[in-house]
């Protein structure tokens, strides 16, 4: 069926790196611009980054600029986000989302902690 | 920035009509769409371009945009409606997609 699935979080140090993954099945995803959106514990949505359907641009978030770098490989329907320098503010849930955010994966936890 | 503002809590009573603002400058100009979110759980898209429905969703959503404020309204209000709901724009002149601050709809 159609659904995203993120993986990759966890519990990383402050200024360790972590990659996540999304993982995208029952549609053409190549054909789609895809998003990273972030919660943290109690807040609201926050958006992270965005990535054209071909990989030709990619927008960010101020928070994440130059700390973050969003990625696909549309031979593996899978969508990637690179964060370095993690920071404790970036403790949150982070769900992949697709072009009009018309389908959002269940979400990945990352807890970034000494 | 371009900053998207909506009340924090909404209150209504079954049957009755929620209706749920998110403020911003010329938001009228743009395309406003809707999240829903239960706790636990990812957001939903319940209204997008202002007034438009995926399949799936109820009628008793509605969207509206004009001016500085765009409403998301839920007429006969269900105990299942209770969740947080989030508006988003695209603002085009930083390329950010900007979500709202959210808004807790209570069902009495």
Redesign the interface.
């Known amino acids: 069926q159609v659904q995203l699935v993120e993986s990759g979080g966890g519990v990383v140090q402050p200024g360790r790196s972590l990659r996540l993954s999304c993982a995208a099945s029952g549609f053409t995803f190549s054909s789609y611009g895809m998003?990273w959106?972030r919660q943290a514990p109690g807040k609201?949505?926050?958006?992270v980054a965005?990535i054209w359907y071909d990989g030709s641009n990619k927008?960010y978030?101020?928070s994440v600029k130059g700390r973050f770098t969003i990625s696909r490989d549309n031979s593996k329907n899978t969508l990637y986000l690179q964060m370095n320098s993690l920071r404790a503010e970036d403790t949150a849930v982070y769900?992949c989302a697709r072009d009009?955010?018309?389908l959002?994966?269940?979400?990945t936890l990352v807890t970034v902690s000494s | 920035s371009y900053v998207l503002t909506q009340p924090p809590s909404v209150s209504v009573a079954p049957g009755q009509t929620a209706r749920i603002t998110c403020g911003g400058n010329n938001i009228g100009s743009k395309s406003v769409h809707w999240y829903q979110q239960k706790p636990g759980q990812a957001p939903v898209l319940v209204v997008y371009d202002d007034s438009d429905r995926p399949s799936g969703i109820p009628e008793r959503f509605s969207g509206s945009n004009s001016g500085n404020t765009a409403t998301l309204t839920i007429s006969r209000v269900e105990a299942g409606d209770e969740a947080d709901y989030y508006c988003q724009v695209w603002d085009s002149s930083s390329d950010h997609y900007v979500f709202g601050t959210g808004t807790k709809v209570t069902v009495l």
Do not use: F, P, S
Not at chain 1, 44 to 47: M, P, Q, S
Not at chain 1, 104 to 107: A, D, K, L, V
């Open positions: 998003h959106v609201g949505l926050e958006w965005v927008y978030a101020d769900y009009r955010l018309d959002w994966g269940r979400g």
